[in-house]
């Protein structure tokens, strides 16, 4: 058993440890010695470096890092006679080509400063900008390129100088003609400016939406499924993206104890334009094998223990298991689950990301025949104590409704919150959750279906969500599960 | 006088062609085009000519006019000064909002039942009721609200 806890506990440390994290030490040293021998300085590589991916070689992921090595490697880097300009690296910034009265935008400048305004005319190459602190007559040359690489859902990738941008569209000025990109379609979007990207005004001041796209808040769905052929990994549950509008998860712990299960979701409603994002969608989970101890341990507190005319929720009795209370001719029941979600998601008026909701409800068929699940009675010490659920209006079905927000704090950062009302739901400290995931409380492994904790219907929890690369996400937050983690391949 | 006059010319036409915009038409007729494969179906509505409200089914966009329809005539207008459209919610939408306003109620007599021990029917009635009245709010906030769509050939926000 212990043997097996390690190897659950490494595994799952592997799986954490295996995404794509900072360049490693080794990939360092080749950048380093082969830009060397190619005739590199160590600050020929920092321009490159920072030109080309707007960090430092210490900031680059691995599979950057692995990219700049074949690069060298096949000779596709030029040598720094090429790339080295006599100027300083300020005067290598690109001068913005169009610039028009009207246009109206926050601008970037060569020495550094940025003003939000209107050109209100150009004369002799000089700019007369209108912005909130007053009205400036800047020279054309001061001003900086501001260019772009979005590409859209359908892959298409554009490149080109910024024209404008409205609430519906970014218009962009490429090699071969002007194009119009709806931001409702934007799948990814790069800014630079004077050639540079512009990782600092691109991900803490403004930007247009998150790097995640969450299909839950916590354990709670949102009414947005995974992207069509999308692989989706958490530590609790795996899953794909069918089509836009449907998914389907399976719950890894269940599966491998015989309970197969899967998790069906559709989106019937959604409603897209650059400024908001509206959907609803229902989903079910089914069963195969439910064990009979899980809906004992989710709802302990609705049994109630008998004895001398005092009665104690089960949940609070430390002497008696599940195992115990439980019926000793059951078999494992088909179990199903069915919820309605909504969500909505809109750009937030700082300009910073996406603000969202949802809101659902849940119900299942736990308490379907719920007598014939616990005995009678069950004896402790020669004294006998009547089992019985409560007959209170609460427990009348086992529901689950919840309200969630995400805010988009950085473009890697959200903030998640949500509050809900479950009839099964116990808040649990860390260690004991920790137990019940990993099996050491007698339960399934890998699951979460503990009879510990204490009840708490109505609550909240909030924390955060860290988008590490584009595939891998981990949030921290105050409740059970305390910690998220998930996995999301695209075009899998 | 004539040399005087001609240079005025020339000042004034150099001075307009130095404030030239980029080609607001291209950039309409993307929009346009985009309007058309994304709204098509729905019902819009705008202002028209002597700020008469116009509003029916969107058939078709040609360059020049919105192709309309009202379940039994089509007809055609132009949309040359209309530079904004509002899609206008259907019964779906409706229906979105309403079942927002159910499951509002749901939940408040869900969270009654859970905080209170058996509460009085006039209660219940009360959270029930405010619960139906801020789901259905949120719904129609949410789903069923017009949608502006921006059709003009301007460039920057």
């Known amino acids: ?492 | 006088m004539i040399k005087k006059l001609f240079f005025s010319l020339v000042f004034f036409i150099s001075f307009g062609f130095s404030q030239s915009r980029i080609s607001s038409d291209a950039i309409r007729k993307v929009r346009l085009e985009n309007f058309q494969k994304n709204y098509a179906g729905k019902v819009i509505r705008f202002l028209g000519p002597k700020n008469i409200q116009v509003e029916g089914k969107l058939l078709d966009v040609t360059p020049e006019s919105f192709i309309l329809s009202d379940n039994t005539f089509q007809k055609a207008y132009s949309h040359r000064h209309i530079n904004h459209v509002y899609v206008i919610p259907n019964k779906k939408d409706l229906l979105l909002a309403c079942s927002l306003s159910i499951i509002g109620g749901v939940v408040s007599y869900f969270s009654l039942l859970v905080s209170k021990e058996n509460p009085k029917t006039q209660i219940i009635r009360s959270v029930v009721f405010l619960g139906m009245i801020t789901g259905g709010l949120v719904g129609k906030n949410t789903f069923y609200k017009p949608l502006k769509i921006d059709i003009s050939g301007k460039t920057y926000g």
């Open chain 1, 1 to 492: 058993m212990n043997q097996m806890k390690e190897k659950l506990l490494i595994f799952s440390f592997s799986l954490i440890f295996a995404q794509n994290g900072l360049i490693l030490p080794g990939q360092r040293n080749a950048v380093q010695s082969i830009s060397a021998s190619m005739g590199f300085s160590s600050q020929d590589l920092s321009e490159y470096i920072l030109q080309e991916y707007g960090m430092s070689l210490k900031d680059l992921s691995r599979e950057q890092g692995a990219d700049i090595i074949r690069a060298f490697q096949t000779g596709s880097i030029v040598k720094p006679q090429k790339i080295i300009i006599a100027k300083t690296p300020k005067e290598a910034l690109k001068i913005a080509q169009i610039l028009e009265s009207g246009m109206q935008k926050r601008f970037h400048f060569f020495d550094g400063t940025i003003r939000e305004g209107e050109i209100l005319s150009i004369e002799n190459e000089i700019i007369r900008l209108k912005t909130s602190s007053g009205i400036f007559n800047i020279p054309s040359d001061q001003f900086l390129e501001e260019s772009a690489q979005i590409t859209n859902k359908n892959g298409e990738l554009f490149k080109g100088a910024v024209l404008g941008e409205t609430v519906e569209e970014f218009i962009i000025r490429t090699a071969y003609g002007d194009a119009v990109v709806q931001k409702r379609d934007i799948q990814k979007m790069k800014r630079y400016h004077g050639g540079i990207l512009d990782r600092q005004s691109e991900e803490r001041t403004k930007f247009y939406q998150g790097e995640a796209k969450l299909i839950n808040v916590f354990l709670d769905p949102t009414a947005f499924p995974l992207a069509g052929n999308t692989f989706y990994l958490s530590g609790l549950s795996i899953g794909y993206g069918l089509t836009d509008r449907f998914m389907i998860t399976s719950k890894i712990g269940s599966d491998f104890n015989n309970d197969l299960n899967l998790h069906p979701r559709f989106r019937f409603y959604h409603k897209k334009s650059a400024q908001k994002e509206v959907a609803a969608s229902w989903g079910i989970g089914l069963h195969r094998n439910y064990p009979v101890e899980s809906i004992l341990s989710k709802y302990s507190h609705a049994i109630e223990v008998d004895s001398a005319s005092t009665t104690i929720p089960f949940n609070e009795i430390k002497e008696i298991s599940v195992d115990e209370i439980k019926k000793s001719d059951l078999d494992p029941r088909f179990y199903v689950e069915g919820y309605v979600v909504f969500s909505s998601r809109r750009v937030n008026p700082t300009g910073r990301g996406k603000i969202g909701w949802s809101t659902g409800f849940k119900v299942s068929n736990a308490f379907n025949n719920k007598s014939s699940l616990i005995k009678d009675s069950v004896s402790i010490e020669d004294q006998n104590y009547a089992l019985a659920w409560s007959q209170n209006k609460k427990y009348s079905i086992p529901f689950r409704a919840w309200a969630s927000l995400e805010y988009d704090l950085r473009k890697d950062l959200k903030f998640l919150g949500s509050a809900w009302v479950d009839n099964g739901y116990r808040s649990m400290a860390f260690g004991d959750l920790l137990k019940d995931y990993i099996g050491d409380d007698g339960t399934a492994a890998l699951s979460l279906e503990s009879s510990s904790g204490s009840v708490s219907m109505v609550d909240f929890d909030f924390g955060m969500q860290y988008t590490v690369n584009e595939n891998f996400r981990v949030g921290l937050h105050f409740q059970q599960p305390y910690i998220d983690f998930y996995w999301e391949f695209f075009e899998f």
